[in-house]
Every structure is written in C-alpha cells, then in structure tokens.
C-alpha cells in the first residue's frame, strides 16, 4: 500500500478484555515496529520485526502483551486482560531493513482507551 | 543506559521568529539521529538522519545539525503551518530506536 495501515483507529474496551491492533506495513518494508504513546510523553519501544529473525521483545512492558507477524508482512499486537494503564496511542512503523536514511514510516496510529 | 532529553517542552512563536529546538542524548554507539514531525492525531513523519558531528541537513525552513552530544533544528522564519510536535530520536547498534518527548511548537499568526 501507499502507507502504513492501522485498524481500529480507535479502540474502547472494558477493564479486563483482551484487544488485537492491526498493522499493515508498506510492502516491501522487511522491519516493522511497535511503539506505545501515552499523552505528553515520547514513544515507548515495544518490539521490533525482522524479516524471519526472531523478535525483539524487550520493550513489551508485561507478559500481558504480545505480537506476531504473519509472512513477513501483517502485524497484530494483542493486549490480554487490558488495564486501564494500557489506554495509549499505539502506532506502527515500518521501514527498509538497516537503512537509516528515511526513517521510520508511521502509521496514524490506534487509540485504546480502557474504561 | 541511553537517554534522549528534548527541550523546551513547548515554545511559542510569532510568525517570522526564528528559534531552535534541542535535543540532547547519552548512547552508547551512535549509527543515526532523527528528526520527526508529528501533528495532532497523526503518526509521525520522517524529517531528518543525521550521522556524525558536524553534519548538517536542510529542508524549507528547518535546518538539522548535530554535535557528540546534542542537535539542533533551527527555525527560520516560521509559518503558523510549522506548528507541530517536533521529536528527535537516536538509533543505536541495535536497532532500537529512543524517541525523545517532544517539543510542542505553537506559531502565531
């Protein structure tokens, strides 16, 4: 695609239930990340994809959280359980893999909101 | 451990107020520095990488520099367009990037 899809792009759900977000990468993008933005602060690293490397999950903040990537290409990072502490906005990136001259490309973004 | 500090949080301009926004950081291996726009509701969007001390990049009314321990992005002659969130981030050899906070540019007509 032209951009980097997210879906929802907004998300309300009770304390306690579990939420998958969506990520479609541009094609041809081989790394994708996940990053959480709370209001006022910067992105918050969640994890990051590869190719058919194994992922970098060091920033996913509990056991609560994980993600996949089904052939190198959609993304879904699902939140069990969700807390209220979990409400962000939770934006997708992709990008050529090891090259830093474009930057990330980013999605706009899900916003979750747990009440 | 690797940190990004941006500053000020927020700055307030009058159309055709040039300024600066900073980004201080401690990495251990530097590979790039970026600088990203971001408005309201929107992810953000790509602006610069910078690689090494004394490099320097251009685009409109946005200029990039970068020291060992800081960068700059320079403001000439702001339009109330610019306004936005500017947000620096740093790549490090593993290429996990760390994003800054944000500074907040407010530009008056």
């Known amino acids: 695609g032209a951009g980097v899809s997210q879906s929802p792009s907004n998300k309300v759900t009770e304390k306690g239930k579990d939420v998958e977000l969506r990520c479609d990468p541009i094609s041809g993008h081989t790394a994708l990340y996940w990053y959480r933005q709370s209001l006022g602060q910067g992105l918050e690293f969640l994890i990051y994809?590869?190719?058919?490397?194994?992922?970098?999950k060091s920033g996913l903040p509990s056991d609560r959280f994980s993600a996949e990537r089904t052939g190198g290409s959609v993304s879904t990072l699902t939140i069990q359980r969700t807390q209220q502490e979990d409400s962000a906005v939770y934006l997708c990136a992709s990008s050529l893999e090891g090259s830093l001259a474009y930057g990330y490309t980013f999605g706009s973004g899900t916003r979750l909101t747990v009440v | 451990e690797d940190q990004v500090t941006q500053s000020p949080e927020a700055l307030r301009l009058q159309e055709g107020e040039s300024s600066s926004l900073n980004c201080s950081y401690t990495?251990?291996?530097?590979?790039?520095l970026f600088w990203y726009r971001q408005d309201p509701g929107k992810g953000p969007e790509f602006l610069f990488t910078l690689y090494s001390a004394g490099e320097e990049k251009e685009k409109e009314r946005l200029k990039a520099t970068l020291t060992k321990k800081e960068s700059f992005l320079h403001i000439t002659a702001p339009k109330p367009e610019d306004s936005a969130t500017y947000l620096c981030a740093v790549t490090t050899g593993g290429f996990k990037t760390i994003f800054g906070a944000g500074t907040r540019l407010f530009v008056k007509a």
């Open positions: 990495v251990s291996g530097l590979r790039g």
């Open positions: 994809f590869q190719g058919n490397s194994a992922p970098d």
